[in-house]
């Protein structure tokens, strides 16, 4: 749009004619004859104050926004808005309103009293604003309703509109009409009609993770993990760990990707075999498998992290240099459970490896133990792939003799014996 270079306070109407408004008489210096060009001008009606200057110049059938007032007040009167008629005839057009501009306009400024308001109230929402009209209204004129432009929400439900006191419902765009009240709009949500449901589809440990949200058509969610550590253990002589989830259309949904809500989702289990190198059902990490179920298990699983920074004895002395025979010598792999068992059933509770290993629910398991000699070097030798070690002593259940255990070096790998009042780390397993 081309700007206006002068206004006067009177001048001779030479373009886009108004010949029904005596007081708007507007000349254009830069374009004379142009009778496809109009302005706006915006009158006080008698009120104090400056009214706006619209400097733009528009074409027939442009649309114009109304400015709003900038300090023309009436005493004991409030700005209403700006009308076509002094008289302040509607419509009453507020500030923010748009109108097709079919010749040169004067607008006249608006004052009354009393006046109402329209007061938009988040009702229940959990957070988000409501829109503000700023507006002034005299009697039985019309008020449009506005948006939820402060996005208003309440989780697992949408935005439904807004209901007066009257328990009238009005959608944002719609026109209501003042009475001689002011008007308090509140804002409603209804739940949204989908859900997402996890099923543990045969699982003998873990639990299903919970989606407590409501969806609409189109919203998006992400599916979730194995937050519940989910497998089945011992089926047929094989464990089964967690693969993904799937619907029963044989649709596959990946933990972590977002999928487009069409209806309500009932998303099962799916699992595969362990194999070394798997998230056990503690969250540990699945460091051997003997290939079938013995003596109520196949496989090790070793805590992610030692138990304790600082270490920790093998046995407390009950006086210096007098240490205890408790008898667990085995060294095999599949004896640390029964070593640990014995280590605490001679030595009863304390600060020390075995009973600190036993005392542990990582995981919602309380079946961890101190690993014997080989299953202590089966540890050393997938070091990197468990993490988290340090390049330190560690101590085995494997008793060597009254005074002396086995531990293991995690940083040269030797296995060697020492006194039973050394402080070395430990690191926990279980079997399953």
């Known amino acids: 749009m081309k700007h206006i270079l002068l206004f006067f306070a009177i001048v001779a109407l030479t373009t886009c004619s108004n010949a029904g408004n005596d007081e708007l008489q507007i000349a254009y210096q830069t374009m004379p004859g142009d009778n496809q060009k109009c302005i706006v001008v915006y009158h006080p009606n008698g009120a104090s104050g400056t009214p706006p200057i619209d400097t733009n110049v528009y074409t027939i059938n442009d649309t114009v926004v109304v400015l709003h007032n900038q300090n023309l007040y009436t005493p004991e009167a409030y700005f209403i808005g700006w009308s076509l008629s002094p008289a302040c005839t509607p419509p009453i057009l507020k500030p923010g309103y748009t109108f097709t501009v079919t010749a040169s306009t004067m607008l006249y400024a608006c004052f009354d009293s009393p006046v109402y308001t329209v007061i938009y109230a988040p009702g229940n929402a959990d957070g988000g ?16 309703i506005l948006a939820n432009t402060g996005n208003l929400y309440k989780t697992g439900y949408r935005f439904a509109g807004w209901m007066d006191d009257s328990q009238h419902y009005y959608q944002p765009g719609n026109a209501i009409t003042i009475q001689n009240q002011n008007i308090q709009l509140v804002a409603q949500f209804i739940e949204k009609p989908y859900t997402v449901t996890y099923l543990a589809n045969g699982a003998n440990s873990g639990s299903v993770p919970v989606d407590a949200l409501f969806y609409d058509s189109g919203d998006t969610v992400t599916i979730a993990h194995n937050t519940g550590n989910l497998c089945i253990i011992n089926q047929d002589g094989v464990s089964f760990c967690f693969a993904y989830w799937g619907d029963s259309y044989g649709t596959i949904y990946i933990p972590g990707n977002i999928y487009t809500i069409q209806h309500s989702l009932q998303l099962y289990a799916h699992y595969r075999p362990y194999v070394v190198g798997d998230t056990g059902p503690a969250g540990g990490y699945v460091l051997y498998d003997k290939g079938e179920y013995s003596d109520g298990w196949r496989y090790l ?73 080989d299953e202590l070097y089966l540890l050393f030798q997938n070091k990197a792939a468990i993490g988290n070690f340090t390049s330190y002593n560690y ?14 070096n995690f940083s040269t790998g030797a296995q060697s014996t020492q006194y039973k009042n050394k402080t070395y780390r430990v690191r926990a397993i279980r079997r399953f």
């Open 301 to 373: 699983e070793v805590m992610r992290d030692d138990i304790i920074a600082s270490g920790i004895v093998w046995e407390e002395q009950l006086q210096a240099g007098q240490y205890r025979t408790t008898g667990a010598t085995g060294t095999q792999i599949g004896s640390g459970s029964t070593n640990t068992a014995t280590i605490v059933q001679i030595l009863s509770r304390g600060q020390y490896a075995a009973y600190l290993c036993s005392s542990q629910d990582t995981g919602n398991y309380a079946d961890w133990f101190l690993p014997s000699k």
């Open 395 to 408: 101590w085995s259940s494997s008793e060597y003799s009254q005074s002396n255990a086995w531990y293991q």
């Open 129 to 144: 604003t409501p829109p503000v009209d700023s507006n002034y209204y005299r009697a039985n004129e019309i008020a449009y």
